[in-house]
């Protein structure tokens, strides 16, 4: 205790030296706060995005298929795979999909591109980004079951309005060539350009009846966790779960690669940033630590002429360092708490810059820069800025232990 309150003594010897380098911690504070919280922030949200496009966080579907999508693999007990993944603590919503290439034609032009064939009555726009970017029409009216959604760019490749009709070209379960008609009955635009120019939704019996599938077949099933992070831990319950060496299951990482690989660099460049402003703080910690104890040289060697140990004195330098560490934490909460709230509710727009359409591995990538941050985040900054305080006083307060008392009782 009495240890302690020398330290906290000592530190206030040089207040401004003090000061400046507590406001320097608080400034690696707010730093690692803004580069971890926009990061948590925006690699959720794209992860979520990549997620609601098709795939979901987790894939459920025939070994192989996600090396060589194809229409002859399927799943012919999709519909017991949903029931027994739904029911499951942690996932937020399970659907059963048909996804396949196609060529869609118009009376104009032909293109080629990717059908999604879903169950209307299990879809819903919370998770289904397609449809929650549809501007005009709806989604499959009618109980005829031959209607479509396209994208912006699509329909106006083939120049398609509401209601028009086009035809869709696959090949079926045996590897014959099927074409089916469908009327136009929604347009989405998400504002990535290889989405809205080559994806439609198709409801998922009529296409079951074109490829000759039967009633509970699917090429996957598209699973929507409550917490992207823990998307690894309930990939592998899910595959306890179902238990099928027929069936693999695969999360976003595997099934969405370009996205996985974005998000690695981005966050690696992240780690390197903050690696560096730490390395930055650091000096100025031992600066402030070694000076301190420099010019407390002959003090020091009093200290210890009078009966205090070399190990008493390394103790008291590394006090200094933990009560500097707390100060600076404190700071670093003061002068973040606002820069965060107007940032986690507010963000800083920058569609001026990239404009609204800026996407990253085939998903739309928001450009109001907002902030949030994960428990564990702030638990790693708290331990990382500490810890970093107290290594860098490790140097000075070796210094001090080793000084020699009569050497030092000679130095003006």
Do not use: C
Not at 137 to 143: H, R, S
Not at 246 to 265: F, N, P, Y
């Amino acid at each position: 205790m009495k240890l302690g309150k020398m330290a906290w003594r000592n530190l206030w010897r040089r207040k401004r030296r003090t000061l400046i380098t507590a406001l320097s911690i608080g400034f690696g504070v707010l730093l690692a706060v803004t580069f971890t919280g926009t990061g948590d922030y925006g690699y959720t949200n794209m992860i979520n995005a990549g997620a609601s496009m098709g795939l979901g966080h987790i894939t459920i579907e025939p070994n192989g298929y996600n090396q060589t999508p194809s229409l002859d693999k399927r799943m012919q007990d999709s519909g017991q795979i949903l029931e027994r993944v739904v029911a499951m603590p942690g996932v937020d919503s399970a659907t059963v999909r048909i996804m396949g290439q196609a060529m869609f034609a118009s009376a104009s032009k032909a293109v080629g591109g990717m059908f999604i064939a879903i169950d209307p009555a299990r879809e819903s726009a919370d998770h289904n980004l397609l449809i929650r970017s549809m501007t005009k029409g709806e989604l499959f009216p009618g109980p005829g079951g031959r209607a479509i959604v396209v994208g912006s760019k699509m329909a106006k490749k083939l120049n398609l309005r509401m209601g028009k009709k086009l035809v869709y070209t696959t090949t079926d379960i045996n590897g014959e060539i099927v074409s089916e008609i469908a009327r136009v009955s929604g347009i989405f635009k998400t504002g990535v350009d290889e989405v809205d120019g080559a994806m439609v939704l198709l409801p998922i019996n009529s296409v079951r009846s074109t490829l000759h599938y039967d009633a509970q077949d699917a090429t996957l099933v598209a699973v929507i966790i409550h917490d992207q992070r823990y998307t690894e831990r309930m990939r592998k319950k899910i595959d306890r779960a179902i238990g099928n060496p027929r069936i693999e299951v695969l999360s976003w990482k595997e099934t969405q690669a370009d996205l996985a690989g974005i998000i690695t660099m981005d966050r690696s460049s992240n780690y390197i940033s903050q690696f560096l402003i730490g390395l930055l703080i650091a000096a100025g910690i031992l600066n402030t630590l070694l000076m301190s104890v420099l010019e407390r040289t002959r003090e020091f060697g009093v200290m210890m002429a009078i009966g205090m140990s070399p190990k008493t004195l390394f103790r008291l330098v590394l006090v200094e360092s933990f009560w500097l560490a707390i100060l600076g934490i404190v700071i670093g909460i003061i002068i973040t708490t606002p820069w965060y709230a107007y940032l986690y509710s507010v963000g800083i727009d920058f569609s001026g810059a990239i404009g609204d359409d800026y996407s990253a591995g085939g998903v739309l990538v928001d450009p109001v820069l907002k902030i949030r941050l994960y428990k564990e985040s702030i638990i790693a900054i708290l331990t990382g800025v500490f810890g970093l305080t107290l290594l860098s006083g490790l140097y000075p307060a070796w210094r001090a232990g080793r000084i020699a008392p009569v050497e030092s009782l000679k130095t003006i």
